[in-house]
Structure formats: structure tokens, C-alpha cells
């Protein structure tokens, strides 16, 4: 006998991208839905009994109706049961409507772990005990481990199961500790079966396959921003009833986001790093690039060749040209520079000289011209 589990968290259906032009916004807006479904699907042809939301299913507490309604209908689609743990983002308390609405829209498979106390799944068909410590305000510098831990006795189930949303010490950089911080010690001397994490946006462990691990966290499963470099993952996780597991991450997100800083030394360079990121999927990929150095004048207009190319290819494009400076060579001061003027013999002078004076006096010089 065993269990087999999807676990995902972090989702945050609702974010709203609103640092980017409308057209991509509203893609980016999309796909978290559609990452969603994407998932139930990866579930049911993997044929997992448990579908398990470990926090953060919701950017915030008040999303529209229609994303509560959305992700409730998706989830039914599920074939086994679905849990959904409120995580600090969408945490639950005794004012917020958001898990109330949620449950009236909610298919007859899913339960909302919005309880300190056990949830026995036996109707549900599964021999298994969940223990949720879920949030109830956006920041905590106590973690809500503390019920379970007070527990005298542990349900008499196959398998006995924590599921948590906080940071994990040494995964997180939580520096002011206010995000429900745990760490593995004190998990593991709880004694349950397994953990099934969220809030932190990596995935845990690292490894793409596991085996006899017992804390899992999801990662997000929708990349949202330039800082982070993966492409969103879940894991696919089995116990059997001699309490061993095996676990493989997979990779579920839609767009990827690419944070770019290159040194860049010649048009080869340039049209390399372009040729890279135009490999496949051009149109999900959303790229910062921030080229850097000095360069010859032919690759800074290649430069913006390139981005003039390749904006309407990728889903979003932006070139930062702040660090990428100009290489001034003779034929450029003769051609700025009326021969034998002040400006020609001073450049000329430290071209053969000291080349960070070179371009320290051209900026110099430019800033004076600008100012006349």
C-alpha cells in the first residue's frame, strides 16, 4: 500500500505584475491560473490520491472573486482530495472572507485546513492524518508548530503527515525572523511521517530525485519575478506504509525569467548571448539584460539592433545600456573633434596613455558640450 502526493504552494493567483506594459501583464496574470491546471492535470496522470496546496494558493487576502472561483473550480477537476493550507500571504482569521468565499465555490473534494487540530482523510479514502500548521497573520516570529507538538497521541492512521507554511532556517533568508520560521531539527523531532512545506520560493531539497527524505518544500510553481532563476516546480511525492518515500521535482512553470548581467567585449559576444536566449519558448521568456564594459562604437548600435530585434520575440524584453560605455578609438575623435583643436590633442594624447583618463575626459568634454 501507498500514498502518492502532489505537492505544490506559493502559487499566488492574484499578483497583479504591475511594473510591466499591459500586454505581457495580463499574460503573466493568466498563467498562474493556468499553472494551476496545468498541475491538477500533471496530478491525475500521475495518479496521486492527495493534491496538497502548502500555503500562498492566493497573492493576498483580497483577490477578485473570479480568481477564488477559478481556483476552486480547477481544483475540483482533481480525481482524489485536495488540501489547501492558508499560508501568510492568504492566511486565515476570524475577519477575512477569503477562505468562506472560497469554500462556497469549492467542489466537494477539497478541504480548506483552516483548523488546529488533526484531519482524519479515512472518509476521503485515504488511511492518512493531516497536521496543518497554516498562518493567521501575514508575519509571525513564532512558527505554528506548537499544537502539534503538545499532542499527546498521534491518530492511529497508516500515515501521519505535518504540512506547514513558513520559512525553513538555512533554505530562507528570513534575517528578521518573522515569517514563521522553522527548522529541520525541530520538525523532525515532532515524529510524524512527512512534511509538505511552502513560503519559501526554492524548491527543497535540490535534488531532482529523492529517495527516504521526509521534508518537502514546493517552491513556487510560477516563476513571478527577475529573482527567481528557475522555472517553477512541485514535487511528486510516494510513501508507502512502511513509512518509506520516494520523491521527483518536477518542472510546472509557464514563463521563465531570465536577470542577465554580461561583460560584453565584441558583436560576436552580443549575437552569441541573443542566439542562447532565442533557443526555444522565445515568447514565455521574460529577460532583463545589462550588458557591460566599453565597447567599439559598431557593437553599441548593434546593441541596440539587437533589442530593436528582438523585443516583439520575446514576451517582454528590456536592455540596460547604463554600464555599457563607449571604446573611443582614433577614428572616433577624428571624427568628433576638429583636427589639432584642444579636444582632438588632449584625447589623442591619452589614447596612447592611460585609457581610463581617456574616457573620463570624453565625458568631460561631452557634459560641456551638452551644457552649450
Known amino acids: 500500500?501507498?500514498?502518492?502526493?502532489?505537492?505544490?504552494?506559493?502559487?499566488?493567483?492574484?499578483?497583479?505584475?504591475?511594473?510591466?506594459?499591459?500586454?505581457?501583464?495580463?499574460?503573466?496574470?493568466?498563467?498562474?491560473?493556468?499553472?494551476?491546471?496545468?498541475?491538477?492535470?500533471?496530478?491525475?496522470?500521475?495518479?496521486?490520491?492527495?493534491?496538497?496546496?502548502?500555503?500562498?494558493?492566493?497573492?493576498?487576502?483580497?483577490?477578485?472573486?473570479?480568481?477564488?472561483?477559478?481556483?476552486?473550480?480547477?481544483?475540483?477537476?482533481?480525481?482524489?482530495?485536495?488540501?489547501?493550507?492558508?499560508?501568510?500571504?492568504?492566511?486565515?482569521?476570524?475577519?477575512?472572507?477569503?477562505?468562506?468565499?472560497?469554500?462556497?465555490?469549492?467542489?466537494?473534494?477539497?478541504?480548506?485546513?483552516?483548523?488546529?487540530?488533526?484531519?482524519?482523510?479515512?472518509?476521503?479514502?485515504?488511511?492518512?492524518?493531516?497536521?496543518?500548521?497554516?498562518?493567521?497573520?501575514?508575519?509571525?516570529?513564532?512558527?505554528?508548530?506548537?499544537?502539534?507538538?503538545?499532542?499527546?497521541?498521534?491518530?492511529?492512521?497508516?500515515?501521519?503527515?505535518?504540512?506547514?507554511?513558513?520559512?525553513?532556517?538555512?533554505?530562507?533568508?528570513?534575517?528578521?525572523?518573522?515569517?514563521?520560521?522553522?527548522?529541520?531539527?525541530?520538525?523532525?523531532?515532532?515524529?510524524?511521517?512527512?512534511?509538505?512545506?511552502?513560503?519559501?520560493?526554492?524548491?527543497?531539497?535540490?535534488?531532482?530525485?529523492?529517495?527516504?527524505?521526509?521534508?518537502?518544500?514546493s517552491g513556487t510553481s510560477e516563476p513571478d519575478g527577475l529573482d527567481c532563476n528557475h522555472g517553477g516546480n512541485a514535487w511528486v511525492i510516494t510513501i508507502n506504509d512502511s513509512k518509506e518515500t520516494s520523491a521527483k521535482r518536477v518542472e510546472t512553470g509557464i514563463y521563465r525569467f531570465y536577470d542577465i548581467e554580461h561583460k560584453l567585449e565584441s558583436e560576436q559576444c552580443l549575437s552569441k548571448l541573443f542566439q542562447e536566449l532565442d533557443m526555444e519558448d522565445t515568447d514565455r521568456k521574460i529577460v532583463r539584460l545589462a550588458p557591460k564594459g566599453r565597447v567599439k562604437r559598431e557593437v553599441l548600435e548593434q546593441t541596440q539592433h539587437y533589442q530593436n530585434k528582438f523585443r516583439e520575440k520575446f514576451g517582454y524584453l528590456e536592455v540596460r545600456l547604463e554600464n555599457l560605455k563607449l571604446q573611443l578609438t582614433k577614428e572616433d575623435i577624428e571624427q568628433q573633434y576638429s583636427k589639432g583643436s584642444f579636444p582632438y590633442q588632449v584625447l589623442n594624447q591619452l589614447l596612447e596613455t592611460d585609457n581610463d583618463a581617456l574616457h573620463l575626459a570624453y565625458e568631460l568634454m561631452e557634459e560641456c558640450q551638452n551644457e552649450n
Not at 504591475?18 to 500586454?23: I, L, R, T
Not at 492511529?156 to 520559512?167: E, L, S, V, Y
Request: hydrophobic residues 35%.
Open 1 to 217: 500500500m501507498h500514498l502518492k502526493i502532489f505537492l505544490t504552494g506559493d502559487n499566488h493567483i492574484g499578483l497583479k505584475f504591475n511594473s510591466y506594459p499591459e500586454k505581457i501583464r495580463s499574460s503573466l496574470v493568466k498563467a498562474r491560473v493556468d499553472n494551476l491546471k496545468n498541475m491538477v492535470d500533471k496530478a491525475n496522470s500521475e495518479r496521486c490520491d492527495l493534491f496538497a496546496v502548502a500555503g500562498d494558493l492566493f497573492d493576498r487576502v483580497k483577490v477578485a472573486k473570479k480568481d477564488k472561483e477559478n481556483a476552486a473550480k480547477i481544483l475540483e477537476q482533481f480525481s482524489g482530495t485536495v488540501v489547501v493550507l492558508p499560508g501568510n500571504h492568504d492566511y486565515h482569521d476570524d475577519v477575512v472572507d477569503l477562505w468562506k468565499d472560497f469554500k462556497d465555490f469549492a467542489g466537494e473534494n477539497t478541504i480548506v485546513l483552516n483548523t488546529y487540530e488533526p484531519y482524519n482523510l479515512s472518509n476521503n479514502d485515504i488511511d492518512l492524518t493531516l497536521y496543518p500548521a497554516y498562518c493567521n497573520k501575514k508575519h509571525s516570529s513564532d512558527n505554528a508548530l506548537k499544537w502539534i507538538k503538545e499532542l499527546q497521541i498521534k491518530e492511529p492512521t497508516t500515515w501521519n503527515i505535518g504540512i506547514a507554511h513558513g520559512a525553513l532556517n538555512g533554505l530562507s533568508p528570513d534575517i528578521e525572523q518573522k515569517y514563521y520560521n522553522m527548522d529541520e531539527k525541530e520538525l523532525d523531532d515532532i515524529g510524524l511521517d512527512l512534511w509538505l512545506l511552502g513560503h519559501t520560493h526554492l524548491p527543497y531539497p535540490s535534488e531532482e530525485k529523492v529517495i527516504n527524505r521526509r521534508i518537502f518544500n
